[in-house]
């Protein structure tokens, strides 16, 4: 089993770069009896059995940047994409093979899996489109969780790029640098969570910031700062209620940067404190702010009462292991398919989360293999359903 995902991993597959593999995954299931095919996003598709109720299993072929070495030590594989996502996506098609030949077992459900694209560059094209071609009755989203752990939700997510500029000046002006400016954005959405999150003890019911670039620079004509700004948002925090919430400070930017122009020191007069503050107050009047918002996902939390969730909890159980109800701090297309389907809905698949996107990413040979039975199990729970 280990070998569909040794050769998935090997394949390079950027976001946005998924063809070779694309190819590669409908082959594999053609071969396993799918009916495969490559969508119109650049999906690939395999089917089994012909029924008018659907489970969709979605898990992405796409990787984030970073060539970690491809090799076997101490059990485990080794590789870029083997815990996100490929590991779960080929577990996903392995799983279902097992029903290929069994027509009976199948009778009334398609067995529908997608390897998708662009999800690790927030565009998730593929499950976009995914969204317009099927309805499922129940849908699988292909993410690490371990083979004994089933996701029920993720955060959802905001991103937002700041660009400030003003004319250039001698850096012994008086008033903020382009750079000072800048990081009163950062402070002030920082004091706005940590206000928010007062209340809140647990991590998936608060607003997480992360700043994840900045950069400032000086052309001799004007200054710039550019920041990049990642917000992981709760349930009952929309992604464009929190835009409003930047746009609302965007437009009192001017006089905020007016009001804190001056420094004095206690032995600043009141007339040199005025003048310095009016030196402020021209030094920045041109200085501007422009917020461009990208990446909008709601926060989406499945049941652990709906009969997907209990069939991953009885199959977890069946082999021996205690399962683990999972939230995740992340976004994955689990958001994005969760409010379209509104069907019961959740993530699941071999490997640990806290590998994704590192140099040590890797996923043990065993639990690979145990969550092929587990999903092997789960699916002929669901399609036994009346």
């Known amino acids: 089993m280990i070998e569909l995902l040794e050769e998935c991993v090997r394949i390079r597959s950027l976001s946005g770069q998924e063809g070779e593999v694309a190819f590669f ?7 396993c009896g799918y009916r495969a095919s490559i969508d119109a996003a650049g999906n690939a598709v395999g089917i089994l059995g012909n029924g008018p109720r659907q489970l969709v299993m979605l898990g992405h072929m796409d990787t984030v940047d970073g060539l970690v070495p491809v090799r076997y030590e101490d059990g485990s594989l080794y590789g870029r994409g083997a815990v996100d996502a490929k590991g779960p996506l080929c577990a996903f098609i392995l799983a279902a093979a097992r029903l290929a030949s069994e027509a009976d077992a199948l009778d009334g459900w398609q067995v529908i899996v997608v390897g998708a694209t662009e999800e690790e560059a927030a565009t ?7 969204a317009t071609q099927y309805q499922p009755e129940l849908c699988i ?4 969780s371990g083979a004994d752990g089933v996701t029920l939700g993720y955060k959802g997510r905001l991103l937002v790029e700041a660009i400030f500029e003003q004319p250039s000046r001698h850096t012994a002006a008086p008033g903020p640098s382009i750079a000072e400016n800048a990081v009163k954005l950062w ?4 004091g706005y969570a940590h206000d928010y999150n007062a209340d809140k003890p647990k991590t998936f019911d608060q607003i997480l910031p992360s700043l994840r670039n900045i950069n400032s620079f000086d052309d001799g004509m004007s200054e710039r700062c550019q920041l990049t700004i990642s917000l992981r948002l709760p349930e009952g925090k929309s992604p464009h209620a929190m835009q409003q919430a ?9 006089e905020k940067v007016s009001v804190g122009a001056a420094r004095g020191s206690s032995s600043t007069s009141t007339t040199e404190l005025k003048r310095e503050n009016a030196m402020g107050a ?5 200085a501007t702010v422009l917020l461009t918002f990208s990446g909008h996902e709601v926060a989406w939390r499945s049941s652990k009462d709906t009969v997907l969730a209990r069939a991953f909890i009885d199959a977890i159980r069946a082999h021996g292991a205690r399962p683990a109800l999972k939230l995740k ?3 994955a297309d689990l958001n994005v398919l969760g409010p379209v389907w509104e069907c019961p809905i959740v993530a699941y698949g071999p490997g640990d989360s ?8 890797h996923v043990n040979i065993a639990e690979f293999e145990r969550s092929v039975a587990i999903l092997e199990n789960v699916i002929r729970k669901l399609i036994a359903i009346p």
């Open 329 to 331: 701090t992340g976004t």
């Open 282 to 286: 021209i030094m920045n009047a041109n």
């Open 124 to 130: 998730s094209k593929g499950a976009r489109y995914a």
């Open 25 to 31: 995954l409908r082959d594999k299931m053609a071969a």
């Open 141 to 144: 989203i292909g993410e690490p």
């Open 354 to 361: 806290i590998l994704d996107h590192t140099p040590n990413e």
């Open 187 to 190: 402070n002030w959405l920082d």
């Open 246 to 254: 930047f746009e609302l400070w965007a437009s009192t930017f001017t």
